[in-house]
């Protein structure tokens, strides 16, 4: 039985997103094993986990706090992901920031949505 988050599209790219980042950062240098991948591994999955979490609340109120709570992880990532990029440890900035940009806002609209009803 799937629950009710797991059906919505901001979750499912947030999970899409974050088995992302833990593919890119098996291939870190070995001592960023508990440094910067380990902080964007953390960062990824409080995206999708805020989300999970938030909708189990019961009110659009404390949802909402959640889902705010999710797009600060995902701008944490974000910023996280430039620097990754800048020390050159990937070359998947681009695409990976074109995700970022869509699940921020899918956020933002889910969030309006809530605020609005």
Do not use: C
């Not at 974000?78 to 050159?88: G, I, K």
Request: proline letters at 1%; aromatic letters at 8%; glycine letters at 4%.
């Amino acid at each position: 039985m799937s629950r009710k988050y797991q059906r919505l599209n901001v979750w499912q790219d947030a999970m899409e997103l974050a088995e992302k980042v833990y593919l890119i950062t098996r291939n870190f240098p070995d001592e960023e094993r508990y440094g910067l991948s380990q902080q964007m591994r953390r960062a990824s999955v409080s995206i999708a986990s805020n989300i999970a979490e938030g909708s189990g609340r019961g009110t659009d109120k404390d949802f909402v706090r959640f889902l705010h709570m999710a797009r600060g992880s995902l701008q944490e990532l974000e910023t996280q992901l430039f620097l990754s990029s800048r020390l050159a440890f990937h070359e998947e900035l681009e695409k990976l920031s074109q995700d970022v940009d869509h699940i921020y806002a899918m956020l933002n609209n889910l969030i309006q949505a809530l605020k609005s009803a």
